[in-house]
């Protein structure tokens, strides 16, 4: 604020002897003829949000413009003193009910008026410092929300390449095999050619050849066919890992949770397939439900690899995933297997970040956790309990 506040006033009675007043107060006097006009007025910058205003009930409707100043009260405070005659006191009495603040009869106590304009003026200002604290506390706020938001994006990303680095020893496994049946199909191909130039510069036995000729056509495309394969296996599984690798949009969109499931188990085939069965019981024709299919995929392979490793010392080892729609076309996953299960006591504890019961370097502790959290991201629950056989089981209901 200035060092003369600015004092809206209306008073025809005695507005010269009010003005000289105001001015004998280091106040800086405007004028105004309408409350629309003085709505106005107290928008303006250098505006100190004091108002002293002639009751005139027949020039326009105060109660309407008491109404409005007390809207904008959290964005601009006021002050609003109120002049009158005696035979206005009821009204004025009802207006400090609607926003009025203090109120006047003629004649008016100028000394009174001096102190409670100073009242106004203290009361104002406090108000504005709250509301600027409380903007800046805002804007604070919105900031500190998108780094949250932004490093819980960063955790999720992160936690996703920590599983796939946990499942790199599988996948480096998957990828040799076809490049070993590309190799051996190369030097098989390699032979043939041999073979087949060896026979077109060699034309004395022509039915030997022609033998000869038809095993090479037999074999060569066999061999071929086997290279073509192994190509598609390793680029389906690149294709698969660069997409587990990406960054999450965080879009949500109509999917089909069947989906997310087999391509969770593709990606976790290599961690799963060489000691754990896994058993599917998917219902045909799901509803579809508005998630971030990635996200969801994400929770699926934490969970496999999961029981996957809580199931290196159990024999004949099972996978359990099932999918259901309810009567409110609500989708229920259930992931299930046959380990020696979770204590009791640790059932609530296995939400909590970092908290793990793997071996130092095989588990952040986060896993669990985030796995929660971007099932509520989804607007679904995800729960645990100990199936009957022993093993853990993992329910999740999506909206």
Same mark, same amino acid.
């Given at each position: 604020m200035s060092d003369s506040p600015v004092v809206l006033y209306r008073s025809? /009675?005695? #507005?010269?002897?009010?003005?000289? =007043?105001?001015? $004998?107060?280091?106040?800086? *006097?405007?004028?105004? @003829? &309408?409350?629309?006009? #003085?709505? !106005?007025?107290i928008r303006k910058e250098n505006s100190s949000g004091l108002i002293i205003l002639e009751w005139a009930p027949a020039k326009d409707d105060i109660s309407s413009f008491l109404q409005a100043l007390r809207k904008i009260q959290h964005e601009i405070p006021s002050y609003?003193?109120?002049l009158g005659k005696e035979e206005h006191h009821d009204a004025l009495l009802e207006a400090l009910h609607i926003g009025a603040h203090d109120?006047?009869?003629? *004649?008016?106590?100028?000394?009174l008026l001096q102190t409670k304009l100073h009242i106004g003026h203290t009361t104002i200002n406090d108000k504005q410092a709250l509301i600027d604290a409380s903007q800046v506390l805002e804007r604070y706020a919105m900031h500190i929300d998108r780094i949250a938001a932004e490093r819980?994006?960063?955790?999720?990303?992160?936690?996703?390449?920590?599983?796939?680095?946990?499942?790199? =020893?599988? +996948?480096?496994?998957?990828?040799?095999? *076809?490049?070993?049946?590309?190799?051996? &199909?190369?030097?098989?191909?390699?032979?043939?050619?041999? @073979?087949? $130039?060896?026979?077109?510069?060699? +034309?004395?036995?022509?039915?030997? /050849? !022609?033998?000869?000729? /038809?095993?090479?056509l037999e074999k060569y495309p066999k061999a071929l066919g086997r290279i073509e394969l192994?190509?598609?296996?390793? /680029?389906?599984?690149?294709?698969? +890992?660069?997409?587990f690798a990406r960054s999450s949009r965080g879009e949500r969109v109509p999917t089909n949770i069947n989906d997310c499931v087999h391509m969770a188990l593709e990606m976790a085939e290599s961690t799963l397939k060489y000691h754990v069965e896994v058993k599917t019981d998917l219902q045909d024709n799901l509803p579809l439900v508005e998630v971030d299919a990635q996200q969801i995929e994400q929770v699926c392979i934490n969970l496999c690899v999961n029981a996957a490793h809580a199931? !290196?010392?159990? $024999?004949? #080892?099972?996978?359990?995933?099932?999918?259901?729609?309810? !009567?409110?076309?609500?989708?229920?996953?259930?992931i299930e297997d046959t380990g020696p299960g979770i204590p009791e006591e640790a059932l609530e504890s296995i939400w909590q970040p970092f908290y793990t019961t793997k071996e130092v370097g095989k588990g952040t502790g986060l896993g669990l956790a985030i796995c929660r959290n971007l099932i509520r991201d989804?607007?679904?629950?995800?729960?645990?309990?100990?199936?009957?056989?022993?093993? =853990?089981?993992?329910v999740i209901v999506l909206h």
């Open positions: 025809a /009675d005695c #507005a010269t002897e009010l003005k000289s =007043a105001l001015q $004998e107060w280091n106040y800086t *006097p405007v004028s105004f @003829q &309408s409350t629309s006009e #003085a709505l !106005e007025l609003v003193v109120l109120f006047f009869l003629s *004649p008016v106590d100028y000394p819980a994006r960063q955790l999720f990303h992160a936690e996703r390449l920590s599983t796939l680095g946990t499942m790199s =020893a599988g +996948l480096a496994h998957e990828i040799s095999t *076809p490049i070993g049946y590309i190799s051996a &199909s190369l030097q098989t191909v390699k032979i043939f050619w041999g @073979q087949i $130039e060896e026979i077109l510069t060699n +034309l004395n036995n022509e039915k030997q /050849d !022609e033998k000869n000729i /038809d095993k090479l192994g190509m598609q296996k390793i /680029d389906k599984l690149m294709s698969g +890992l660069k997409n199931m !290196e010392e159990t $024999e004949n #080892a099972i996978l359990h995933i099932s999918t259901r729609a309810t !009567e409110d076309n609500h989708i229920t996953l259930t989804n607007s679904g629950t995800i729960d645990v309990t100990n199936a009957n056989g022993g093993g =853990a089981r993992f």
